[in-house]
């Protein structure tokens, strides 16, 4: 099964600053059939249900911000929002999808500096 | 709209066995796959399983921990998703939440049904 590990654990960002989370996987998710990276963002904010953020590790799902950017390719991963917001403290999953089992990473909590 | 609501969640003695729902509807859900998700409390999510739609053979995959124990099914008459849980754990406490499953990625969620598993 393939490992997805996030870094860092919890991070904290001033508003109107970067922020930018890794995820890794121990194998890769790009898939030579057709060149996709099967790796998604979730965003969870406290009390919710997780939020798809982003899906072929850099395409943004209708009516996601675009202060939000996903890239990488292979086993390393970038989420990145571009200027933070209040609206987006929550804490932020990596996951891999091309096969079960649909491994997500442990997380990342994003919260105000 | 997508909406998927989860129901059957509650209290339940180590041992014990409990059957969760999860209904859809603002899609055609017996084209979905279909996949549950938990999260323990204060923790981060876990993938349960998933299940194929009918056309695409309906078999249904559990992660290793479960797959022993759990079950998911479908019936696509009623919209409904089912999580039926057996030989159940006090670690199996968690917030259970269905999803629907579009190329792999999980593109819409219920609000989740609560599972404790305690003597």
């Known amino acids: 099964d393939i490992v997805m590990i996030q870094s860092p654990d919890s991070l904290a960002v001033s508003l109107g600053e970067r922020a930018t989370i890794n995820c890794k996987s121990s194998?890769?998710?790009?898939?030579?059939?057709?060149?996709?990276?099967?790796l998604a963002w979730y965003q969870q904010k406290p009390g919710q249900p997780p939020k798809l953020l982003i899906y072929w590790a850099s395409t943004r799902e209708s009516g996601v911000p675009d202060r939000f950017s996903g890239s990488g390719s292979g086993t390393d991963f970038t989420l990145t929002i571009s200027s933070l917001q209040p609206e987006d403290v929550a804490v932020y999953y990596c996951?891999?999808?091309?096969?079960?089992?649909?491994?997500f990473g442990q997380g990342t909590k994003l919260e105000i500096k | 709209e997508v909406r998927l609501v989860e129901s059957g969640g509650g209290l339940v003695k180590p041992g014990g066995s409990l059957r969760l729902s999860c209904a859809g509807s603002?899609?055609?859900?017996?084209?979905?796959?279909m996949s549950w998700v938990r999260q323990a409390p204060g923790k981060g999510l876990e993938w349960v399983g998933r299940?194929?739609?009918?056309?695409?053979?309906?078999?249904?995959d559990c992660a290793a921990p479960m797959k022993d124990r759990f079950i998911i099914s479908r019936d696509d008459s009623k919209d409904t998703l089912y999580l039926e849980m057996n030989s159940l754990k006090t670690e199996d406490t968690a917030v259970y939440y269905c999803?629907?499953?579009?190329?792999?990625?999980?593109?819409?969620w219920g609000r989740g049904t609560v599972v404790t598993v305690s003597s």
């Open positions: 603002g899609f055609i859900f017996n084209d979905a796959w």
């Open positions: 299940i194929k739609s009918s056309a695409d053979g309906g078999t249904a």
């Open positions: 999803a629907t499953v579009s190329a792999g990625r999980l593109a819409h």
């Open positions: 996951q891999a999808y091309y096969s079960a089992p649909y491994t």
């Open positions: 194998e890769s998710v790009l898939y030579s059939s057709n060149n996709k990276n099967y």
